[in-house]
C-alpha cells in the first residue's frame, strides 16, 4: 500500500508478447488513438450496465480522474470497479497474474521463472485466509466491486487496450477473492529485508561471514552483526551455494515487473500550534519505482453514507490513502523485518524430499503446480515445504534455464516463512479508517490492520496522530538480517509481538510528527520492528522544515518538493573531523599531478556546496559524481566487476535500506575494505577519498564536458517514464523486444530533468554504484490536507489517470506533476461543478 527499490510497482504487464505488430508504427500516437479508441470508455451519456441497483453519475476532472455519486455505497463500489477497469484494466491483470503465477500464459516463457517464484510462494494461501477472515460486510462490498469490474469486461471483451489485445489474451472474469490477492501482493512487495537476505548470502559467498558484517544495514550509532553473520560461518559458502545466483537472478527479474522492496514514502501532520490557520495540516508522497502508469489511482466517492477522496489501488475496493471531509490519512513503509529465511539442510530418499530438524529428518511437505506457457506445452513441477516455509530453490534435477532457481542437490534449501493471516481483519480495518470521523477513531481501526507493515499518519482539524501496523516475529535468537540455520529451533519464531508494544503517538509536545522511512523507535524498545531502516537524511530534513512555525498551504508544498540533502553537511564535517582533516589534504597531495588538481578542486567545492541538488546545478552534479565514484573506489576491488552477481547485489542493497556506501563514507575507519586490494600497499580512508575526489571530476570531464562550471545535475539525472510493457522486453526473445524497442517512442515519456535523490524529501533515487544516474524511484503521488482551507484536499499522481495508451489521460499527469500543479477534490457538493465540470457519464441499470 505504501509505498520502495529494484523490483518495480503493479506492471500492466499485458503485454509485449505482441507488440511487434506496432514496429512500423513506432511513435504514431494518432494511430494508436484512432486504432484502439474504441478500447477508451466514454465519458459522457448514458451506459446500462446490468447488476446496478439505481443510476450512478460518473464525472472526471482535468485529469481524467472521477467523482462517483451515488444513492447507495454498493452502486458506488460496482461504479469504483467499472471505473478501475476502465482506466487500469491492463494493470489489473497484470498484478493478477503475477500475484498467480501465471504470467507465462500471457507472455510467454521468458517470465517462466518469475512465475515460479511466485507460485512459490504462494500468496494465495494467505490471500484466501485474509479474505476468509473479513466480515461478510467486506466480502459483499468485494462482490459488488468485482460485479463492476464483470461489467466491463463484458462490456469491451471485443475492444480491450492495445496492450491485452496485441497479445490475444483474455482476462478472466473478476472474482471477490481477486481483491484480496491483490492487497496481499502489495504487502509482499513491502518485503525489503527478502531481497537484503538474499543479497547477503551472495555477498558473503565472495567475502566471507566476517566481513559481511561491513556490509549490512547498520545505523550509524549501532554495533555491526557480527553475532548475525556468525550463523554463516562453517557454510561452504562457495561451494554448496554456489548455485544462489539462480535466486538472485530470479528475484531481480521480480524486481523489474513488481515492487518488492522498495523503500520509500514520506507522511506527516502539522499540529494546530505550528499552522497560521490555527488547524492541521496534513502531507502524504508515496515513493515507488517511476511507472507508467501510476501505481496509484485517483478517486472520489460521493454516497449517502460515505464520502471520501483519494488514491486507490486498481483490483482493490478501497480508498487507502486520502480525505474523508474530517480526516486525512496516509502512509509511509514501516521497514519492518517481519518475514525470514531458513537455511535447510535437505537430501533425496527415493522420491522424497528430507530436511534436517533438530537432528533428524524428515520429509518436505510437497505440492504439484502446473504452469501453463503460451506457445509451449504446460510444465508440472513439485514445490516443497518445510516447518518453516516454501523452499524457494526450485524443481529437483529440472534446471531448464539459467535463472532456474537452484536445485535441491546443493545440500541446502532455502525456505521463507512469512506471518499469517488467520483471523486477520485488515480489509475491515482499512474501511473502517476511511470512514473514522476523528484521529481517536482513526487510531482504533488502524490498530486492527495486521496484513501490512505501514506508519499511518492521520489528522483531523484539531489533532495529529501515528500508528505503526503490522505483524511482527518474535525471534528467539538472531536480528533476520541474514537466512538463519533451519535444523536448529534457536532461530525459530515465538509467535507475534503484542499488538499494543507498536509504536504511535498524538498530538507532541513538538507540533508535529511525520515518518520517512527511518527509524523510529530507539534501541532497546520491546519489539523488534527492523534492522533494515533507511536512510535517515529524509526524516531530519522533514524535522528542519515542521519545525518551523506558520505553515500553510505554500509550506506544504514547498516540503514535498525540497531537493536539499542533510548528507552534504555530514559529508563535510567528515571531511573536517579531528584525524581526518590533514591526513586527507595530505593523501590529496600525493596524487600523480593530474589527479592532483582535479582532488583539490572537487574539494574545495564540495566544502562550498549548500546542499541544494537542484537540476541546474554543477556543484550537484560534481557532488553526486563523488558519491558514485567512491562507492567504487571503496567496494569495486572487492565485490567488482560491476556486471558481476555480487556487485549487483552491493548495488541493491543500497537501493532498499541505509547501506555500506553511506556508512564507509560517514565513518567506519577501521573498515577492512578500505584497503584496496588489487595494490601491495595498505590503502587508508584518506587515500580512498582522495582518488574519489579526483575520479569524481575525472567521471564529469567525460560525461559533461570540461567547462566544469557548465555542468548540470539533470543532465546525468532524467526521469523516463517506461510503460510496463517495455519493462518487460528484457524477459522476451529477440524479436519482441526489437517490437517493443519500436513502440517505445508511443508508449514511454522523458527523459526530463531530474533534482534530488535519495536522501532528499523529493525523492529521486538513483542506484548508488550502478552505471548511471537514472532515476528509478519518485513521488508517485502527493496528497496535502489544510483544514484551515474551504476545500482542504488537493493532490496530484505521477503520470495520469489511465493505463491505455489510446486515452487522452495517459501520460497527461507528467507535467502537472513536474509543475506542483496540483487539482483540488472537493467535500462540498455545491464545489463539485467547479472542479470536475457539469458533463458526466451516467451508469444506469441494465436488463
Known amino acids: 500500500m505504501a509505498s520502495s527499490a529494484r523490483l518495480r510497482f503493479l506492471p500492466t504487464l499485458g503485454t509485449a508478447a505482441a507488440v511487434t505488430a506496432?514496429?512500423?508504427?513506432?511513435?504514431?500516437?494518432?494511430?494508436?488513438?484512432?486504432?484502439?479508441?474504441?478500447?477508451?470508455?466514454?465519458?459522457?451519456?448514458?451506459?446500462?450496465?446490468?447488476?446496478?441497483?439505481?443510476?450512478?453519475?460518473?464525472?472526471?476532472?482535468?485529469?481524467?480522474?472521477?467523482?462517483?455519486?451515488?444513492?447507495?455505497?454498493?452502486?458506488?463500489?460496482?461504479?469504483?470497479?467499472?471505473?478501475?477497469?476502465?482506466?487500469?484494466?491492463?494493470?489489473?491483470?497484470?498484478?493478477?497474474?503475477?500475484?498467480?503465477?501465471?504470467?507465462?500464459?500471457?507472455?510467454?516463457?521468458?517470465?517462466?521463472?518469475?512465475?515460479?517464484?511466485?507460485?512459490?510462494?504462494?500468496?494465495?494461501?494467505?490471500?484466501?485466509?485474509?479474505?476468509?477472515?473479513?466480515?461478510?460486510?467486506?466480502?459483499?462490498?468485494?462482490?459488488?466491486?468485482?460485479?463492476?469490474?464483470?461489467?466491463?469486461?463484458?462490456?469491451?471483451?471485443?475492444?480491450?487496450?492495445?496492450?491485452?489485445?496485441?497479445?490475444?489474451?483474455?482476462?478472466?472474469?473478476?472474482?471477490?477473492?481477486?481483491?484480496?490477492?491483490?492487497?496481499?501482493?502489495?504487502?509482499?512487495?513491502?518485503?525489503?529485508?527478502?531481497?537484503?537476505?538474499?543479497?547477503?548470502?551472495?555477498?558473503?559467498?565472495?567475502?566471507?561471514?566476517?566481513?559481511?558484517a561491513w556490509l549490512l544495514p547498520t545505523y550509524p550509532d549501532e554495533a555491526l552483526p557480527f553475532d548475525e553473520t556468525s550463523k554463516l560461518k562453517g557454510l561452504n559458502l562457495g561451494g554448496q551455494l554456489a548455485s544462489l545466483e539462480g535466486l538472485d537472478k530470479v528475484v531481480a527479474q521480480l524486481a523489474d515487473v513488481s515492487m518488492l522492496g522498495v523503500a520509500a514514502s514520506n507522511n506527516w501532520a502539522i499540529a494546530p500550534s505550528h499552522s497560521r490557520s490555527g488547524k492541521t495540516l496534513f502531507a502524504n508522497d508515496t515513493h515507488l519505482p517511476i511507472s507508467l502508469p501510476s501505481a496509484w489511482n485517483y478517486m472520489q466517492i460521493s454516497a449517502p453514507k460515505y464520502q471520501a477522496a483519494g488514491v486507490t489501488i486498481a483490483g482493490v475496493p478501497a480508498i487507502v490513502a486520502g480525505f474523508n471531509g474530517k480526516v486525512a490519512w496516509g502512509m509511509t513503509m514501516v521497514m519492518g523485518d517481519n518475514q525470514d529465511l531458513f537455511l535447510e539442510k535437505v537430501k533425496r530418499e527415493g522420491s522424497r524430499l528430507m530436511y534436517e530438524v533438530d537432528g533428524k529428518w524428515q520429509p518436505a511437505m510437497a505440492r504439484n503446480e502446473t504452469f501453463l506457457i503460451k506457445g509451449q506445452k504446460p510444465i508440472r513441477e513439485t514445490v516443497y515445504e518445510t516447518r518453516h516455509g516454501p523452499l524457494l530453490n526450485g524443481t529437483l534435477g529440472q534446471k531448464q534455464l539459467d535463472l532456474q532457481p537452484s536445485s535441491f542437490n546443493s545440500g541446502y534449501g532455502l525456505a521463507l516463512q512469512t506471518p499469517d493471516f488467520?483471523?486477520?481483519?485488515?480489509?475491515?480495518?482499512?474501511?473502517?479508517?476511511?470512514?473514522?470521523?476523528?484521529?481517536?477513531?482513526?487510531?482504533?481501526?488502524?490498530?486492527?490492520?495486521?496484513?501490512?507493515?505501514?506508519?499511518?499518519?492521520?489528522?483531523?482539524?484539531?489533532?495529529?496522530?501515528?500508528?505503526?501496523?503490522?505483524?511482527?516475529?518474535?525471534?528467539?535468537?538472531?536480528?533476520?538480517?541474514?537466512?538463519?540455520?533451519?535444523?536448529?529451533?534457536?532461530?525459530?519464531?515465538?509467535?507475534?509481538?503484542?499488538?499494543?508494544?507498536?509504536?504511535?503517538?498524538?498530538?507532541?509536545?513538538?507540533?508535529?510528527?511525520?515518518?520517512?522511512?527511518?527509524?523510529?523507535?530507539?534501541?532497546?524498545?520491546?519489539?523488534?520492528?527492523?534492522?533494515?531502516?533507511?536512510?535517515?537524511?529524509?526524516?531530519?530534513?522533514?524535522?528542519?522544515?515542521?519545525?518551523?512555525?506558520?505553515?500553510?498551504?505554500?509550506?506544504?508544498?514547498?516540503?514535498?518538493?525540497?531537493?536539499?540533502?542533510?548528507?552534504?553537511?555530514?559529508?563535510?564535517?567528515?571531511?573536517?573531523?579531528?584525524?581526518?582533516?590533514?591526513?586527507?589534504?595530505?593523501?590529496?597531495?600525493?596524487?600523480?599531478?593530474?589527479?592532483?588538481?582535479?582532488?583539490?578542486?572537487?574539494?574545495?567545492?564540495?566544502?562550498?556546496?549548500?546542499?541544494?541538488?537542484?537540476?541546474?546545478?554543477?556543484?550537484?552534479?560534481?557532488?553526486?559524481?563523488?558519491?558514485?565514484?567512491?562507492?567504487?573506489?571503496?567496494?569495486?576491488?572487492?565485490?567488482?566487476?560491476?556486471?558481476?552477481?555480487?556487485?549487483?547485489?552491493?548495488?541493491?542493497?543500497?537501493?532498499?535500506?541505509?547501506?555500506?556506501q553511506a556508512d564507509h563514507l560517514l565513518g567506519r575507519e577501521d573498515s577492512p575494505f578500505w584497503d584496496d586490494v588489487r595494490t601491495p600497499q595498505k590503502e587508508d580512508k584518506p587515500t580512498i577519498l582522495a582518488r574519489s575526489l579526483a575520479a569524481a571530476v575525472t567521471a564529469g570531464d567525460n560525461l559533461l564536458g570540461g567547462d566544469r562550471k557548465a555542468w548540470q545535475w539533470g543532465k546525468l539525472h532524467t526521469y523516463s517514464f517506461k510503460s510496463d510493457s517495455i519493462k518487460l522486453a528484457p524477459l522476451l526473445d529477440a524479436s519482441q523486444r526489437l517490437g517493443l524497442s519500436a513502440a517505445s517512442s508511443t508508449l514511454d515519456r522523458g527523459p526530463y530533468p531530474a533534482g534530488g535523490d535519495q536522501s532528499t524529501l523529493n525523492a529521486s533515487a538513483y542506484h548508488w554504484g550502478g552505471q548511471n544516474f537514472d532515476t528509478f524511484l519518485a513521488p508517485a503521488m502527493r496528497i496535502i490536507v489544510d483544514f484551515g482551507q474551504v476545500e482542504p484536499m488537493m493532490g496530484l499522481n505521477s503520470t495520469g489517470q489511465s493505463g491505455n495508451p489510446a486515452s487522452p489521460h495517459y501520460a497527461d499527469g507528467i507535467d502537472a506533476w513536474l509543475k506542483a500543479q496540483y487539482v483540488s477534490f472537493p467535500m462540498q457538493r455545491q464545489n463539485f461543478d467547479k472542479a470536475y465540470g457539469t458533463q458526466r457519464l451516467t451508469l444506469v441499470p441494465g436488463k
Not at 73 to 99: K, P
Not at 438 to 445: G, I, K, N, R
Not at 470 to 498: E, I, M
Request: net charge negative.
Open 422 to 660: 488467520k483471523d486477520d481483519k485488515s480489509l475491515d480495518a482499512f474501511f473502517d479508517l476511511s470512514r473514522a470521523q476523528t484521529v481517536e477513531q482513526a487510531s482504533d481501526a488502524s490498530r486492527q490492520i495486521r496484513a501490512v507493515a505501514l506508519n499511518l499518519v492521520f489528522a483531523d482539524a484539531q489533532h495529529i496522530g501515528w500508528q505503526v501496523t503490522g505483524r511482527y516475529p518474535n525471534r528467539k535468537d538472531g536480528l533476520g538480517l541474514v537466512p538463519s540455520p533451519g535444523w536448529t529451533p534457536r532461530y525459530d519464531w515465538d509467535g507475534y509481538a503484542d499488538p499494543m508494544l507498536h509504536p504511535y503517538d498524538q498530538d507532541p509536545a513538538q507540533g508535529w510528527l511525520g515518518t520517512a522511512n527511518q527509524r523510529t523507535i530507539g534501541k532497546g524498545y520491546g519489539m523488534q520492528l527492523s534492522n533494515s531502516w533507511y536512510y535517515p537524511e529524509r526524516s531530519e530534513r522533514l524535522a528542519q522544515l515542521a519545525s518551523a512555525t506558520q505553515q500553510d498551504t505554500r509550506s506544504m508544498i514547498a516540503m514535498q518538493y525540497d531537493q536539499t540533502t542533510t548528507f552534504a553537511d555530514k559529508l563535510k564535517k567528515m571531511f573536517e573531523a579531528p584525524g581526518m582533516a590533514k591526513p586527507l589534504k595530505a593523501a590529496i597531495d600525493a596524487l600523480p599531478e593530474a589527479d592532483r588538481a582535479k582532488a583539490r578542486e572537487a574539494y574545495s567545492r564540495l566544502m562550498a556546496f549548500d546542499g541544494r541538488l537542484s537540476p541546474t546545478s554543477a556543484d550537484a552534479a560534481l557532488y553526486e559524481l563523488f558519491l558514485q565514484e567512491s562507492a567504487k573506489q571503496i567496494f569495486l576491488d572487492e565485490l567488482g566487476p560491476q556486471d558481476s552477481p555480487t556487485w549487483k547485489a552491493f548495488v541493491a542493497n543500497a537501493d532498499l535500506s541505509y547501506s555500506a
Open 22 to 212: 506496432l514496429m512500423s508504427l513506432a511513435g504514431c500516437q494518432g494511430w494508436l488513438e484512432d486504432r484502439y479508441a474504441a478500447s477508451v470508455p466514454p465519458t459522457t451519456g448514458v451506459q446500462p450496465l446490468t447488476g446496478l441497483a439505481n443510476n450512478v453519475s460518473i464525472r472526471h476532472n482535468r485529469l481524467g480522474m472521477p467523482l462517483i455519486e451515488s444513492s447507495s455505497f454498493h452502486d458506488a463500489l460496482f461504479a469504483m470497479g467499472y471505473e478501475h477497469a476502465s482506466d487500469r484494466i491492463s494493470q489489473m491483470v497484470g498484478m493478477r497474474l503475477l500475484a498467480q503465477g501465471r504470467l507465462a500464459e500471457m507472455a510467454g516463457p521468458g517470465v517462466l521463472d518469475v512465475d515460479r517464484f511466485m507460485r512459490t510462494v504462494n500468496l494465495k494461501r494467505r490471500a484466501d485466509e485474509l479474505y476468509a477472515s473479513a466480515s461478510p460486510r467486506l466480502k459483499r462490498f468485494f462482490e459488488v466491486y468485482a460485479r463492476g469490474v464483470n461489467a466491463y469486461l463484458f462490456r469491451y471483451r471485443d475492444n480491450l487496450p492495445m496492450d491485452l489485445a496485441q497479445a490475444d489474451y483474455k482476462p478472466e472474469y473478476w472474482k471477490p477473492e481477486d481483491s484480496a490477492l491483490i492487497f496481499c501482493l502489495v504487502n509482499f512487495n513491502l518485503s525489503v529485508n527478502l531481497q537484503e537476505e538474499i543479497n547477503s548470502l551472495v555477498l558473503a559467498q565472495k567475502v566471507g561471514a566476517d566481513k559481511l
